[in-house]
Structure formats: structure tokens, C-alpha cells
């Protein structure tokens, strides 16, 4: 079972796309320094319409 999921995002407006998932996307967010950001999901389950065993990252 994957419980988590390492991703990179490239950006020419870093700040920017961190502004976006912090406040637009209320994602929790530590800054691990130098504006490096670790952004805390909670967990799918079946009750969000996935079967379990499967994975999804969609934007």
C-alpha cells in the first residue's frame, strides 16, 4: 500500500506556485527552509470514491 508520495514541481514563479497551495489550496505547509515547502495531505480512502489498493493525483 502507498501511504505517500514524494513530488517536485518546476517552476519559473516558485513563490507564486507555493502561494497557490498554501493559501488558494489550503494545503498545511512547513517551510523546511529556504522557502522549501512540505505540504502535509491527508490520506484517500474508499469513502472518496477510489478503490482501495489504487492511486490518483489530479489537479
Same mark, same amino acid.
Request: charged content about 20%; aromatic content about 12%.
Given at each position: 500500500?502507498?501511504?505517500?508520495? #514524494? &513530488?517536485?514541481? #518546476?517552476?519559473?514563479?516558485?513563490?507564486?506556485?507555493? &502561494?497557490?497551495?498554501? *493559501?488558494?489550496?489550503?494545503?498545511? /505547509?512547513?517551510?523546511?527552509? &529556504?522557502?522549501?515547502?512540505?505540504? *502535509?495531505?491527508?490520506?484517500?480512502?474508499?469513502?472518496?470514491? /477510489?478503490?482501495?489498493? &489504487?492511486?490518483?493525483?489530479?489537479?
Amino acid at each position: 500500500m502507498i501511504r505517500g508520495v #514524494h &513530488t517536485m514541481f #518546476h517552476s519559473s514563479e516558485p513563490e507564486a506556485l507555493r &502561494t497557490f497551495f498554501r *493559501d488558494k489550496l489550503s494545503f498545511p /505547509a512547513n517551510d523546511v527552509g &529556504t522557502g522549501w515547502l512540505m505540504f *502535509d495531505l491527508p490520506e484517500a480512502d474508499e469513502q472518496d470514491g /477510489a478503490v482501495s489498493g &489504487t492511486q490518483n493525483i489530479s489537479f
